[in-house]
């Protein structure tokens, strides 16, 4: 069945050739299934371009998280160098100073 015009005919061809209960219950069943499946593809259209422009932002917060933590870590190793060149400075002074008063 390709249109909506089919199902007429199809429901009087049903009810001449008087099906058994199983049967009815059947078609009805794939019936509702139908209608279900074409509400739900017209929500998902009608609502698609909500969810694309949330997406986007997630994606978006993503890139700027990821962003912050490398700045976070660039910095953080940037202080440890510093904390590292300052500690060799001071043992350098302390050893120089000792082998003044060595000597």
């Known amino acids: 069945m390709e249109t909506v015009q089919e199902l007429i005919p199809l429901a009087k061809e049903l009810m001449a050739r008087r099906p058994n209960r199983k049967m009815v219950k059947l078609y009805v069943l ?11 593809g017209l ?17 978006e917060a993503a890139v700027a998280e990821l962003l912050a933590a490398r700045e976070r870590k660039v910095l953080a190793t940037q202080t440890l160098r510093e904390k590292s060149k300052q500690q060799e400075a001071v043992l350098c002074s302390r050893a120089l100073s000792n082998r003044q008063h060595a000597s």
């Open 43 to 59: 929500m998902e259209t009608v609502c698609s371009p909500f969810t694309a422009a949330s997406r986007l932002r997630d994606e």
């Open 30 to 40: 794939g019936g509702v299934l139908a209608f279900f499946g074409v509400v739900i």
